[in-house]
């Protein structure tokens, strides 16, 4: 048998070729990449609250302060992933994401039957914690997920989070239109889908996820490109299919039709499985020839054996007097910017202080919209089939803007040193003309606000996980990710609870009062009118301002940072792993020699230098 390129020509693959190749795909890289996709298509049941939230103020009776308390629990569970992250410090990811499965089933499990009755009626501070367990699932699923993915392509680091986070941004499209072909238009039913669907997925790649060693291939971002591809061909088929719903009528189109829209989804969330398979039967080839044209093992004697050098040397136990210092005591004391700081460290910088402050207006601001979808269309007298049509168009616009602001800003950054912190500047301006439309009522200007919203939320989530990745390191990355995270919940109390639930219910009042009527106990308050959300958007556009302000000064303070290489020392590892990775292989299927012979003295080789589809033992018998 022989290799040509990448091609094999002579007899067919035997059996035990097969089976390599199938051990090979299946412990690869982009395997894992695969499965995080999945992961990540069916871990935004948090950005689907406005097509589910009506079920639950009618069916227990709430009002719209009350229903955005619910929300700002969902977002706190959503984003405050500490416990995740600090799990994942000491735990492989297969741990975090069990964990992140059985809260989503719980959680959702029990809004379920709480909203269809099947329990009495819970207090509302049980459905706070029931949202905020089942939210918090997401949390775990981005930290054993897509934090595995940024350690494991740390120079793709903008491509990987725009990818992932995009899927993440279309999984309300996917699982609407799952949950259409499922249960048709029982809008209780998509709360069961939501608790089940995503904990199933976790489940069937648990031992898929896990750290390799950090390993550039030189068309890694060709591959990622591909993935692109595909799911930019989900995000169109999604849109074809809102388009035809909405102009048949979601109420008038066939569950057939709806049947047909999943099974494209679902084909098109498995293609990639194409480009895995085709990259890995090229490392695979590579392989083999790689041993095909290495030479015969030499038969040898060894004639003093305790003079070898030992292949397998195990690190050596750290001093007392080599011990790190006190976390405590370096806090203020920071590195370099780009080098690994603590968690401490991190937390104390000025530069985390900017980026909380910048990002819990603009995504505070962005969620609050997005969460009062359903109610605005309601109070601005859109049609109902709309408010599905209002929650699609987010889903799949929040998918563009994090493809975009991750593989733009990965681009500029490179090729122009363009820093991230600018484009996160430009995104909250950006993002202010959406809650204007809002906020004056603009004639179909909700499916445009919709749009500008959906776009401006998503592509904020890769540029601020980017940025600390990039300003404080990889080392504590599980840890700084979620941290970044709690200024959506801190920005969302604030906007969404604070300010536009109370100015709400205070006009729905108003108008009661009009009409002479008081509110009875246990009846949902409900407004209608520019008036429900006028002022409240007026004040988010000024939050927004505010932050977009402090995200300049970030700007400023990071400009000769951005401008240096900042990938360097990742291409550096990158290339020492390479060649230590080579020495095992090399002594593999090389001879030994003997002491007369000056003996080959391999590099000392740890676990985290084995390939990802090695293991310890083949390491020590090799």
Not at 67 to 84: A, H
Not at 272 to 278: R, S, W
Not at 287 to 311: A, G
Not at 428 to 439: M, N, P, T, Y
Request: proline content about 5%; aromatic content about 12%.
């Amino acid at each position: 048998m022989v290799v040509s390129g990448n091609r094999w020509t002579g007899p067919p693959m035997s059996l035990a070729d097969m089976n390599s190749l199938a051990r090979q795909v299946l412990t690869g890289r982009w395997f894992m990449v695969f499965a995080s996709f999945l992961i990540m298509a069916a871990a935004g049941a948090t950005y689907m609250f406005g097509l589910y939230s009506q079920d639950i103020k009618s069916a227990l009776g709430y009002d719209q302060t009350t229903l955005n308390l619910l929300s700002f629990f969902k977002d706190v569970g959503g984003n405050v992933g500490i416990l995740s992250g600090l799990i994942n410090e000491i735990t492989p990811p297969w741990v975090v994401l069990s964990i992140g499965s059985v809260l989503n089933l719980f959680g959702y499990l029990m809004i379920w039957l709480s909203v269809t009755k099947r329990v009495a009626r819970p207090e509302v501070w049980q459905m706070c914690l029931y949202i905020c367990i089942g939210a918090n699932s997401q949390a775990f699923a981005n930290t054993g997920s897509l934090v595995t993915c940024v350690k494991n392509f740390p120079e793709s680091r903008g491509v990987v989070l725009g990818i992932l986070k995009g899927y993440v941004g279309l999984s309300g499209a996917i699982i609407t239109q799952l949950f259409y072909a499922f249960y048709f238009h029982d809008t209780k039913a998509l709360i069961l889908l939501i608790g089940w669907l995503p904990a199933a997925i976790s489940f069937a790649f648990l031992r898929t996820i896990r750290i390799m060693k950090v390993v550039r291939q030189p068309n890694e971002l060709n591959v990622f490109y591909n993935f692109l591809y595909i799911s930019l061909g989900l995000a169109a088929f999604l849109m074809i299919m809102i388009i035809t719903e909405k102009q048949v009528g979601n109420n008038n189109f066939p569950r057939a039709g709806y049947g047909a829209s999943a099974a494209g989804v679902i084909f098109l969330l498995f293609l990639p499985i194409l480009i895995v398979v085709i990259e890995e039967y090229k490392l695979w080839v590579t392989k083999k020839q790689t041993l095909n044209n290495s030479n015969p093992p030499l038969s040898i004697t060894i004639e003093n054996p305790k003079q070898m050098e030992p292949l397998v040397t195990l690190p050596e136990p750290k001093t007392g007097a080599e011990k790190e210092p006190s976390c405590w005591r370096t806090a203020f004391l920071p590195p370099a910017r780009g080098e690994d700081y603590t968690i401490l460290q991190a937390l104390f910088s000025v530069d985390m202080l900017i980026l909380f402050i910048a990002s819990m207006c603009g995504v505070g601001g962005t969620l609050t919209a997005i969460d009062n979808l359903g109610q605005i269309g309601i109070s601005l007298n859109y049609p109902k089939q709309s408010i599905g049509t209002f929650v699609t168009l987010v889903s799949i616009w929040n998918y563009l803007g994090r493809v975009a602001a991750g593989f733009v800003s990965e681009i500029v950054l490179t090729k122009y040193k363009f820093p991230r912190p600018l484009m996160l500047t430009i995104i909250l301006l950006i993002s202010c003309a959406g809650h204007l439309l809002i906020a004056f009522d603009v004639p179909g200007g909700l499916y445009l606000a919709s749009v500008i919203i959906g776009f401006c939320f998503g592509a904020q989530w890769p540029l601020l996980f980017a940025i600390i990745s990039e300003l404080f390191g990889l080392k504590y990355y599980s840890t700084l990710y979620n941290f970044g995270s709690v200024a959506s919940p801190v920005g969302l109390y604030i906007l969404n609870v604070r300010v536009t639930g109370h100015l709400y219910d205070r006009e729905a009042l108003r108008q009661l009062a009009a009409r002479g009527l008081t509110r009875k106990h246990g009846e949902s308050l409900d407004c209608s009118g520019e008036k429900c959300f006028q002022l409240a958007f007026f004040i988010i556009t000024a939050a927004t301002l505010f932050g977009t302000l402090f995200s300049l000064i970030l700007v400023l303070r990071t400009k000769k940072f951005y401008k240096s290489d900042i990938y360097r020392k990742f291409r550096e590892e990158a290339k020492a792993a390479e060649k230590e990775m080579a020495v095992p292989t090399a002594v593999g299927s090389s001879a030994l020699v003997a002491s007369s012979v000056e003996p080959v003295k391999p590099e000392k080789v740890g676990r985290e230098q084995l390939d990802s589809s090695g293991s310890w033992n083949e390491a020590v018998a090799a």
